[in-house]
């Protein structure tokens, strides 16, 4: 073989082949996940959908327009809206000094915080009975010193709301504080910025979703707040008798009552959905 029959032999030889980047390979869900998640949903949904079966369509526009149901759900929305600005002006606070102080204490703290979530409400208003009722541990100081009665009045009602959800506000904007992480912070202090400017300045904008977030949750949960209301605050038409309190006495009436306690779960349902839709669809920022 010649010298030019080697050269072309050489050109025409393929060389390797560059190596192809791996596939991205999906990785699926096994398929009982599919029927115990769709399980799930219809434990949700399908309680919902029974109201929504149940329900005397021809007379829900009268029982949802009663006064007795404005009443209920104007007094729900006003001690709905006084308990959250109560957990903000409390919550913001708590979850603040939990995110930012890493020690025992702290877990010890957040514990009780959540405690809460996981006591009977009917415990919840037992206990605030014992603690603010005439003979209880801060009350009955208050009614001696200062005449105060707080049981079985719509303030009552607003502390009860608060009792119940202050840990979802908590938890869902220590949460946010914590995976925003202090960086920023330590920046700006080490710039020369105070405390509360870092706090105004930075530290809340940067938690905004979360504290946004856990706001919708603790009022949606005020606004359905019914056992420790119910203890401590009493069923009092117009004083303490709230959505959830309007629904259980009417549905222990009989016949057309029955059916004006549907009516009004629907309703709560309604206002409940629109509350946690709106927020949903709220983004830093302004964006919709």
Do not use: H
């Not at 409390?90 to 959540?114: F, W």
């Not at 100081?141 to 719509?154: A, K, M, N, S, V």
């Not at 009552?156 to 938890?171: D, E, G, K, R």
Request: glycine content about 10%.
């Amino acid at each position: 073989m010649t010298v030019t029959e080697r050269r072309a032999t050489t050109r025409a030889a393929p060389g390797p082949r560059p190596a192809q980047p791996p596939r991205a390979v999906a990785v699926g869900v096994p398929r009982l996940l599919y029927v115990l998640a769709l399980a799930g949903l219809a434990l949700l949904t399908l309680p919902v959908l029974a109201l929504l079966v149940r329900a005397d369509w021809p007379g829900v526009p009268a029982a949802i327009t009663s006064p007795e149901a404005l009443s209920a759900l104007g007094l729900s929305l006003r001690t709905a809206l006084a308990a959250t600005a109560l957990c903000l002006l409390l919550g913001v606070p708590l979850a603040v000094v939990l995110a930012r102080t890493p020690t025992r204490a702290a877990d010890v703290v957040r514990a009780l915080v959540t405690l809460p979530l996981v006591l009977p409400p009917t415990v919840g208003g037992i206990a605030l009975l014992y603690l603010l009722g005439r003979r209880g541990l801060v009350g009955e100081q208050l009614d001696l010193l200062f005449g105060i009665r707080i049981p079985f009045t719509t303030t009552a009602v607003v502390i009860a709301q608060a009792f119940v959800a202050l840990p979802f506000l908590v938890i869902a904007l220590e949460g946010a504080l914590r995976s925003a992480g202090d960086r920023y912070e330590v920046v700006a202090a080490t710039l020369g910025a105070g405390r509360w400017t870092v706090l105004r300045r930075i530290t809340l904008p940067l938690a905004a979703p979360g504290l946004v977030s856990g706001t919708v949750l603790c009022f949606a949960r005020a606004l359905g707040e019914f056992g420790a209301t119910a203890l401590f605050a009493g069923n009092s038409a117009g004083v303490t008798r709230t959505m959830p309190l309007a629904i259980y006495t009417a549905f222990n009436g009989a016949g057309v009552t029955q059916d004006s306690a549907v009516a009004l779960s629907l309703l709560l349902v309604v206002v409940a959905v629109v509350i946690l839709v709106l927020a949903r669809a709220w983004k830093p920022g302004g964006r919709g």
